[in-house]
């Protein structure tokens, strides 16, 4: 049995529902903007750290009539730590918990960085719940092209969200095609991350590929990638796009955040797709 809180206040458009869903035990904090009735809702699922906020510039881009579900995952933004870490599998079980409770038989599915991995994983559990996927800045998990040890060194801790002088420093390596006041409007949304939420989210990752299984994801696929990320090396979404039966890859000439620094340019592309 679901509880929904009682909306939160929030600067969202007001047919937006913010608050909270019981899914399996977990408090989700959940944003729901239900849409044109009868349309296949798209779930947007972030990347590691991020809070369902950082996906503001890409709503203003979307159909306003396109229902749309964000939520935190447990641990990072405004859905409570778990007691244990949970699997890739135990998050696309979730998501697949939340759209019971709004009431989705079906959804589209996008999947920003670390959120690809939950994307993937969800088109695999519930390939009929899944009616197209679009996988942006993201990989395969632990067997993938790794980024230079530098970056990734810099993606094992939090402190770009919690230390705008570290984002400042350090992060001009990890979000080179992004100019540096693109990427404070982007983390301006930030909520702070906790180490243990974060810490969670790198071993579900760590602990999980997709590589071997691709070929099983039969839904059409857009695979969305910036020419200059270097969190996610280019031929990352090459080895996707071959592997996946009806994946399409779009290159574009921004970094890693380029779905929220470009929305208006790759929003057009997440719509076509869509529609198509």
Request: a neutral charge.
């Amino acid at each position: 049995m679901s509880a929904l809180s009682v909306p939160e206040p929030a600067s969202a458009p007001r047919d937006e529902w913010i608050g909270h869903v019981v899914v399996a035990g977990h408090r989700l904090h959940v944003a729901h903007r239900p849409g044109a009735p009868a349309r296949v809702p798209l779930v947007l699922v972030n990347g590691i750290g991020a809070s369902l906020e950082l996906f503001e510039p890409l709503m203003g881009a979307l159909d306003p009539d396109r229902p749309v579900v964000r939520f935190d995952v447990p641990g990072i933004g405004g859905s409570p730590l778990p007691w244990v870490p949970l699997p890739m599998a135990g998050l696309a079980a979730l998501l697949s918990g939340l759209l019971d409770e709004l009431g989705y038989a079906r959804a589209d599915v996008l999947g920003l960085s670390w959120g690809g991995g939950i994307a993937q994983q969800f088109a695999l559990q519930h390939p009929d719940r899944t009616a197209r996927l679009a996988l942006v800045s993201t990989g395969t998990g632990a067997m993938m092209v790794p980024a230079r040890f530098s970056v990734l060194a810099k993606m094992l801790t939090p402190r770009r969200y919690n230390d705008r002088a570290y984002r400042r420093e350090e992060g001009a390596e990890i979000y080179q095609g992004e100019s540096q006041a693109d990427v404070d409007a982007v983390f301006s949304r930030a909520h702070p991350v906790k180490f243990r939420g974060y810490l969670f989210q790198l071993m579900a990752l760590m602990s999980w590929t997709s590589l071997p299984v691709l070929p099983f994801i039969g839904v059409p696929t857009l695979v969305l990638a910036g020419r200059r990320d270097p969190v996610i090396p280019i031929v990352n979404a090459h080895i996707m796009g071959s592997l996946m039966p009806r994946a399409t890859v779009h290159l574009h000439h921004g970094g890693h955040l380029g779905l929220l620094t470009r929305p208006d340019e790759l929003g057009r592309v997440l719509e076509d797709f869509l529609d198509n």
